[in-house]
């Protein structure tokens, strides 16, 4: 019988092959397509820090492995042995057991003691420095969007503003009828469960403006996929005029509240015109047009529907209800 495999050129070949396959795809995509988008707050700069050490050892780990892997293959081949002939054997290696014991335990705790250095950093939110109050927004996950709350009432929906350069200490839960949500925004630090009944701490201290995007990261649901978040960092002089300016339209029922709520707690469901989707039609009913209706549902729920409306104040309340009779309802 030939020998199934003729050369050494061909495993190399086939190594090439396979490692070219593996190079490629994050040579295309963008930031090397290997290390998570760059970090633009101290917590998420300590996270990305912690990942690429990790990863120097997975790479030369399995650079070692496959490398003697196929080093291997082709040095102790059958060559003209019997098919059924066993190859030379051999026992003990001392010194070569030794090294495969100990090299993995340095090198879980090389890796340990840098994760436990980083962790206050990434996890320990900053006290206020002089001059500076942390700024504190209360965060709610809901089937199937994302609330805030800022220090002076006022409330935004799916897009945060956050003032640039001051830690934003965000108290992450979700409502006691509704499931566990996972607040994210790769950016501006890791993951943190907004779970029923509890409140979870994080914080991030964005390092610029702009919009950094994120999204639900715990299955919650059928519109999981559609409970995105982003943070829009402003000037500090511009941020505080955004509250400020909320703070009066909310107050006096005017401004895009109704809007955003619209879009992040209703549309997601009956359909961008309220035409109807998973949810039933509502645009052009009479219930929809009748603010005292709608307060009671959203309240309480209804049939598949969950009571979003729950712990919503009275600005939320007017301002939600007011929008469905003027754009939605049927009058
Ligand atoms: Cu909320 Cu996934």
Redesign the pocket.
């Known amino acids: 019988m030939p020998p199934i495999v003729r050369s050494p050129r061909l495993f190399v070949l086939v190594g090439a092959a396979i490692a070219s396959a593996l190079v490629a795809a994050p040579a295309l995509a963008g930031n090397g397509g290997f290390a998570p988008v760059p970090p633009e707050s101290p917590n998420a700069e300590g996270i990305h820090q912690s990942y690429l050490f990790i990863s120097i050892f997975c790479l030369a780990i399995f650079v070692l492995v496959e490398g003697l892997l196929i080093a291997f293959v082709v040095r102790y081949r059958r060559r003209n042995r019997p098919r059924h002939a066993d190859g030379a054997q051999i026992h003990g290696a001392t010194r070569l057991e030794l090294a495969w014991t100990l090299g993995p335990v340095v090198i879980l705790f090389v890796i340990a003691a840098f994760v436990f250095a980083k962790l206050p950093g990434i996890q320990d939110v900053p006290a206020a420095s002089a001059g500076t109050s942390n700024l504190v927004v209360d965060v709610t ?1 809901t ?2 969007s994302w609330e805030f709350r800022y220090p002076n009432g006022v409330v935004a929906f799916d897009r945060m503003r956050a003032p640039e350069g001051r830690t934003v200490e965000l108290r992450v839960t979700a409502p006691d009828w509704d499931v566990i ?1 996972s607040w994210w925004i790769p950016a501006l630090a890791g993951k943190i469960d907004a779970i029923p009944g509890r409140v979870n701490r994080t914080w991030f201290k964005a390092q610029r403006t702009g919009i950094f995007q994120g999204q ?1 990261a ?3 649901g059928l519109f ?1 996929a559609k ?1 995105l978040a982003s943070v829009e960092v402003l000037p500090t002089g511009e941020f505080d005029a955004w509250l400020e300016q909320s703070k009066q339209q909310q107050d006096a029922g005017t401004g895009p509240l109704g809007e955003e709520m619209w879009g992040a707690t209703c549309a997601k469901c009956h359909g961008p015109s309220g035409e109807g989707d998973y949810g039933p039609k509502i645009a052009g009913t009479a219930l929809v047009g009748n603010p005292e209706a709608v307060e009671g549902v959203l309240r309480n729920g209804f049939g598949r529907m969950p009571p979003v409306g729950r712990d919503w104040n009275d600005n939320e309340m007017t301002a939600i209800t007011a929008y469905l009779k003027e754009n939605v309802g049927g009058g």
């Open positions: 996950g089937q199937f949500h639900c715990e299955l919650c999981h409970m």
